[in-house]
């Protein structure tokens, strides 16, 4: 059994349910869960998995906020896309062998975008595929809360998950290659989830929470895309907001009151 997510951080949990076996027996080792965090929600998704312009997105999602100066991080950076490039051969490897497949996939955007893709990806195999499906709440002590991604989830939380497994037909593969190829074809700046559905959007669709928190008395942009984020868990990333933010400045809507060469120390308000 091959076990795919779509985030870093989700990944690195599983691997470590594995080492620790916190997961029952028979679950397989940390080796055989791969990351696809290509981030598929944003961007240009025409070009090649592969490519360097997707390769170069991910680096800057991940290092927009380092200073430049410490080569070392900057160089480990470099090597999240590729290696992701490396764990979709990984799997290819699997699927020759006749493994079966399971994705853990979530609300969010990124990664309903990558359980399109990887069925399009797919579709000449004929391998068991299945499919956990994050809820959208549950039991914490005695609250109910909501959840939107895997990275929510702890490694010895993995388990409590495994009963809502279940296969993935091949009429639902074709399905979400199907939609995949229509938002391929769309190609918009992102992808976003309304009323449940994954659907193309313009690149200034959730401008609007920006605006809501910003106001002209000064704040750290880390504090405002934090506040962002856990208001309104829609499920995009905080790289989007502070790239948004960086046009805002462009544009002269935004003013820096006091600079960082961390973009997330600075202090921003509204112009």
Same mark, same amino acid.
């Given at each position: 059994m091959v076990d795919i997510l779509f985030g870093e951080s989700e990944a690195a949990c599983m691997r470590y349910a594995k080492t620790v076996r916190t997961l029952p027996a028979g679950e397989g080792g940390p080796d055989t869960v791969l990351c696809l965090a290509f981030m598929l929600d944003i961007g240009d998704i025409q070009k090649a998995i592969?490519?360097?312009y997707r390769q170069e997105l991910i680096f800057s999602m991940y290092s927009q906020d380092q200073d430049?100066?410490?080569e070392a991080a900057c160089q480990e950076l470099k090597e999240a896309g590729p290696s992701y490039v490396r764990q979709l051969a990984r799997l290819e490897e699997y699927l020759k062998q006749g493994q079966a497949v399971r994705i853990w996939c979530s609300h969010s955007p990124y990664s309903l975008c990558g359980l399109c893709f990887l069925?399009?990806?797919?579709?000449?195999?004929k391998n068991p !595929?299945?499919?956990v499906e994050l809820p959208r709440y549950r039991t914490n002590g005695s609250r109910i809360v909501?959840?939107?991604s895997w990275g929510e989830v702890s490694h010895d939380e993995f388990q409590d998950f495994l009963p809502l497994e279940r296969p993935l037909s091949s009429l639902e593969r074709e399905m979400y290659a199907l939609l995949w190829t229509d938002l391929q074809r769309e190609n918009a700046p992102l992808r976003a989830i309304i009323n449940g559905k994954l659907l193309s959007v313009p690149e200034d669709f959730y401008d609007f929470l920006i605006w809501r928190e910003l106001t002209d008395k000064p704040v750290k942009q880390a504090l405002l895309i934090g506040n962002i984020l856990g208001k309104y868990p829609v499920g995009t990333c905080d790289w989007w907001?502070?790239?948004r933010i960086d046009t805002f400045i462009k544009q002269g809507k935004i003013? !820096?009151?006091e600079d960082s060469g961390r973009k997330y120390?600075?202090?921003i308000r509204r112009v």
């Open positions: 592969d490519s360097s430049g100066h410490d069925c399009d990806w797919m579709k000449s195999y !595929v299945s499919a909501s959840c939107q907001y502070a790239r003013k !820096v009151t120390a600075r202090t």
